[in-house]
């Protein structure tokens, strides 16, 4: 959800005016986020950079996680040894 309330929505009238001010409410841990609204729809987010990278990192958790999970439900059959990966990776 990128609104939970009212007031985290700006509009890119209001960035261009209050930038300073919204970016003082981020950075200061007042606001979570805002959400830069154009013609009435969401365009942008603006969030804190530490929380942003926090984002991206839980997110490349959840992929390796996910590759993770896929690689357990390889028959045994399909395995490939360490000699085999190394033959494959000096080929390349």
């Known amino acids: 959800m990128l609104l939970n309330r009212?007031?985290?929505a700006?509009?890119?009238t209001d960035l261009q005016k209050k930038t300073r001010e919204l970016l003082d409410r981020i950075s200061s841990?007042?606001?979570?986020h805002f959400v830069v609204m154009r013609d009435n729809r969401p365009t942008a987010v603006m969030m804190a950079t530490?929380?942003?990278e926090a984002l991206l990192d839980e997110l490349a958790d959840l992929r390796i996680e996910s590759v993770?999970?896929?690689?357990?439900?390889?028959?045994r059959k399909d395995?490939?040894?360490r000699n085999e990966m190394n033959v494959f990776l000096d080929s390349l």
């Not at 841990?29 to 979570?32: K, N, Q, T, V």
């Not at 896929?70 to 028959?75: E, G, I, K, L, S």
């Open 6 to 8: 009212a007031d985290q």
């Open 10 to 12: 700006i509009s890119a």
């Open 29 to 32: 841990g007042a606001e979570d």
């Open 50 to 52: 530490d929380r942003y």
């Open 68 to 75: 993770a999970r896929a690689r357990t439900n390889t028959p």
């Open 79 to 81: 395995y490939v040894s």
